[in-house]
T-cell receptor, first 114, second 113 residues
Framework: DVKVTQSSRYLVKRTGEKVFLECVQD?????MFWYRQDPGLGLRLIYF???????EKGDIPEGYSVSREKKERFSLILESASTNQTSMYLC?????????????FGQGTRLTVV | DAKTTQPPSMDCAEGRAANLPCNHS???????VYWYRQIHSQGPQYIIH???NNETNEMASLIITEDRKSSTLILPHATLRDTAVYYC??????????????FGQGTILTVHP
């Protein structure tokens, strides 16, 4: 089974802090995604990556950056956390070798910025 | 990507079939229909996907109309553990090696005893 592990289940950070959310997968998937989920807004794509050192902006990239130095790890970075970034963050992976394969999600990180 | 329309909520009795509808009238020829579900406080879980033909796996069946403008996810014998938000997504992962998923609001399915 695919395992997608997010480094923290719950996180509390202060406004202005630099925050790193880590996602690690063990299935050699090429594609990795970061979403945030908010009540009434559903899941929204922040960034995705289809290869090491490659990244593409999603629908709401402002205030975020990402890093993919190794295939199995995709990091989401909040350069200066703000209260409006309080949310559930979800990482997902997908095999890139064939189109139309399913995505596998981690358990999520609930981030609170105070 | 085509947008989807789902009812906001549905109820189902335990042991009965749950039929979750989805409208995707603007779907294009190379777009697939995907279904995911999200149980409270967990990440979304893939259920099934299809292009034109009906599909079945160990979790569910997917019925796609001939004109492909709507589909129905069928959970044949719903259990209390099937209570979740169900998302119908239409996406095009063909032609590129990555599939960006656009999630809507989904249908909250409540299975009751």
């Amino acid at each position: 089974d695919v395992k997608v592990t997010q480094s923290s289940r719950y996180l509390v950070k202060r406004t202005g802090e630099k925050v790193f959310l880590e996602c690690v997968q063990d299935m050699d998937h090429e594609n990795m995604f970061w979403y945030r989920q908010d009540p009434g807004l559903g899941l929204r794509l922040i960034y995705f990556s289809y290869d090491v050192k490659m990244k593409e902006k999603g629908d709401i990239p402002e205030g975020y950056s990402v890093s993919r130095e190794k295939k199995e790890r995709f990091s989401l970075i909040l350069e200066s956390a703000s209260t409006n970034q309080t949310s559930m963050y979800l990482c997902a992976t997908q095999w890139g070798g064939r189109a139309n394969t399913e995505a596998f999600f981690g358990q999520g990180t609930r981030l609170t910025v105070v | 990507d085509a947008k989807t329309t789902q009812p906001p909520s549905m109820d189902c009795a335990e042991g009965r079939a749950a039929n979750l509808p989805c409208n995707h009238s603007t779907i294009s020829g190379n777009e697939y229909v995907y279904w995911y579900r999200q149980i409270h406080s967990q990440g979304p879980q893939y259920i099934i996907h299809g292009l034109k033909n009906n599909e079945t796996n160990e979790m569910a069946s997917l019925i796609i109309t001939e004109d492909r403008k709507s589909s129905t996810l069928i959970l044949p014998h719903a259990t209390l553990r099937d209570t979740a938000v169900y998302y119908c997504i239409v996406g095009n992962a063909g032609g590129t090696s990555y599939g960006k998923l656009t999630f809507g609001q989904g249908t909250i399915l409540t299975v009751h005893p």
